[in-house]
């Protein structure tokens, strides 16, 4: 197993100085906290919002050829999609249950 100083020299050569990433990420996160809908926001949908904004740090500070970064960009919106998906679904099937019932109750 690599100690920890090979670990941090391989992660500066894909993803940059870390206090250089720190700044940007920082910065994004200041514009994201800043907006009028952040505090509208789900704790789920905040987290995939950080956690894209770092990739787009690491992307922006490191090797922008790292196709990891971009993957997990992908992979954090597609867990707010399937939740979305979930909750609109069952919106549906709730609301096709109460016309059956208000259906039923006109008869």
Known sequence: MANI???LNARLKTY?????????AQALKDVMH????????SADKKEALEMVQHKIARILNGDPEYQDNW????????????DLEARSHIVKVLTEQMAVLSNQRSV
């Open 5 to 7: 100083d090979e670990t």
């Open 16 to 24: 940059g100085e870390f206090k250089d990433h720190a700044y940007i």
């Open 34 to 41: 800043n907006a009028p809908k952040w505090g509208e926001l």
């Open 71 to 82: 993957h997990d960009v992908i992979g954090y919106s597609r867990l707010i999609e399937i």
